[in-house]
């Protein structure tokens, strides 16, 4: 019996595996059709040359009637911040010259929204020595592709561009404090 429930429990978590991964394909598809509607070249594509000759403005295609972002733009100065895209992340977080805690979450993990409070707080005992970025890897699957999260939540320490150490998963308050000690006294 018990080796039923073990199968069972193995095939109902690799279907939500395989559900995850599907939502995080359709979201990253949806989002490239996007971006290629906005980016497309007038003069190759007839599609371009088409909506150029409507009568009908197109004021969707325009950079500033873009999908809304789940999550506002923070101040630079801020140690806490949201990821916006692939090339925030490259600004905030990788050419960063203090240390940052990436934090990889989602809005459905309920491990998520209790660790991410923790981390916030272990980061600001710090006094700005590091920073701490949050991807939300619905609508960053990129950068946790990149990452190889497979998981969440997942922290990675992370200076100069380098990955230093992550875990997955909740830490109680007294391993937090030591990881992110550990990334500063580096």
């Known amino acids: 019996m018990r080796g039923h429930r073990r199968v069972e429990r193995e095939k109902e978590d690799r279907q939500s595996h395989t559900e995850m991964a599907h939502r995080l394909l359709v979201r990253r598809i949806w989002t490239l059709s996007v971006k290629d509607l906005r980016c497309l070249p007038a003069s190759t594509s ?4 088409s909506l150029r000759s409507s009568t ?7 950079p500033k009637h873009t999908l809304p972002r789940s999550l506002p733009h923070t101040s630079r100065r801020e140690v806490s911040f949201n990821v916006q895209d692939h090339e925030d992340f490259t600004e905030r977080v990788i050419n960063s010259e203090l ?18 409070p923790r981390l916030e707080k272990a980061v600001a005992k710090q006094k700005g020595k590091v920073a701490m970025a949050k991807v939300d890897i619905d609508d960053h699957t990129d950068l946790a592709i990149e990452y190889g ?4 939540p997942t922290v990675i320490a992370m200076r100069g561009g380098d990955v230093i150490d992550q875990f997955v998963g909740i830490k109680d308050d007294e391993a937090l404090d030591s990881f992110v000690s550990k990334l500063v006294g580096q």
């Open 46 to 49: 007839s599609f371009s040359t």
């Open 56 to 62: 009908t403005p197109l004021s969707f295609l325009s």
């Open 99 to 116: 240390p940052v805690l990436i934090d990889f979450h989602a809005q459905w993990c309920g491990p998520c929204k209790i660790l991410g």
């Open 149 to 152: 999260v497979s998981a969440v």
